[in-house]
């Protein structure tokens, strides 16, 4: 192997954060709270860290917009019509409109 | 077209027949959202019923259907908060939610990604995925097996938009314990799609 020492230093400093930077399982709870607030400072750094040397969180973030972006989109588009495959039982229909035609009780 | 708008003027005077208009769309609404058939129908009921003793406010502005959502919308609150006002948060969805299945117990890699857990790249976009209504169903069902309130939560705040402070609120909890739950949420959700559409795929 006769890495150049450009790629030989990055790779050191990607394994040295890989161990010493907060866990994948503790950076996915923060990219949860980075689509409710603001991050700080701190916890930004270490985030875009994070994310250098991290290809599956990287995933995980985009992964969580993704189905934020598609799902508001979808229900922008859907709004007003029936979904397939859902309706109410005869049953119940019968029953609220019983419950219709006496509204007192 | 005169006819057609004839009939709906007439039919919107009658509230039995709310039930065949609006009723399917009202209960779909709903149940997307609660994931409990005979809370839904009573969501629709309710609705239906304050939508008759507040007739005389509606005045035709805006469409039936809106105006019924709009009604459905608080019907769907108070039901939420009653739920957080008689089930502790604690009991039904773990407070202290340990997401230990998707990351290394120990090692020199401890609390880093399974391999087999890890996400995958999926490569797709919005609107790709908005043409693809079956992911939607793919997704709804992947939110079935989560507890209700975190399915719940995880709807109103990535669906219909609303703020953090207000789904606290509703449900009486904390933000903290909101973010848990929509963590959770989110962790789950991510792994069931990738598992159920984008991997099948990929293969």
């Given at each position: ?45 270490l ?50 409109k ?8 | ?25 009202l209960?779909?609404?709903?149940m ?30 805006g ?55 890890a ?46 402070e ?31 559409w ?6």
């Amino acid at each position: 192997m006769t890495l150049n020492p450009y790629k030989k230093a990055t790779h050191a400093l990607r394994w040295f954060l890989l161990h010493r930077l907060p866990t994948c399982k503790q950076m996915v709870e923060v990219m949860s709270q980075s689509m409710e607030r603001p991050l700080t400072l701190r916890e930004r750094v270490l985030l875009k860290l994070h994310l250098w040397v991290c290809a599956w969180c990287v995933w995980y973030l985009e992964q969580l917009r993704l189905l934020r972006a598609s799902l508001r989109a979808r229900a922008a588009e859907v709004a007003g019509e029936v979904s397939p495959g859902v309706s109410l039982s005869a049953e119940a229909r019968d029953r609220i409109k019983s419950s219709l035609n006496r509204p007192s009780s | 077209m005169i006819e057609e708008q004839r009939t709906v003027a007439r039919l919107s005077q009658d509230p039995a027949v709310w039930v065949d208009e609006h009723g399917d769309y009202l209960f779909g609404y709903a149940m997307f959202r609660l994931r409990d058939a005979s809370a839904a129908e009573d969501a629709v009921q309710e609705t239906l019923l304050a939508a008759l003793q507040s007739y005389h406010s509606f005045e035709g502005r805006g469409s039936q259907r809106t105006w019924l959502v709009g009604i459905l919308k608080h019907k769907l609150t108070d039901h939420f908060r009653r739920m957080g006002r008689e089930t502790p948060l604690s009991q039904l969805e773990g407070e202290s939610f340990e997401h230990g299945e998707f990351f290394r117990p120990a090692g020199e890699w401890k609390g880093h990604w399974e391999a087999d857990r890890a996400p995958l790249e999926w490569g797709a976009t919005p609107e790709e995925l908005l043409r693809q209504s079956d992911f939607f169903r793919v997704l709804d069902d992947c939110l079935s097996p989560l507890p209700a309130r975190v399915s719940g939560a995880f709807i109103l705040r990535e669906v219909d938009g609303l703020a953090s402070e207000e789904i606290c609120q509703m449900f009486g909890v904390t933000t903290n314990n909101l973010w848990v739950m929509l963590h959770r949420a989110r962790l789950h959700l991510r792994h069931c799609v990738e598992l159920n559409w984008f991997k099948p795929r990929a293969v």
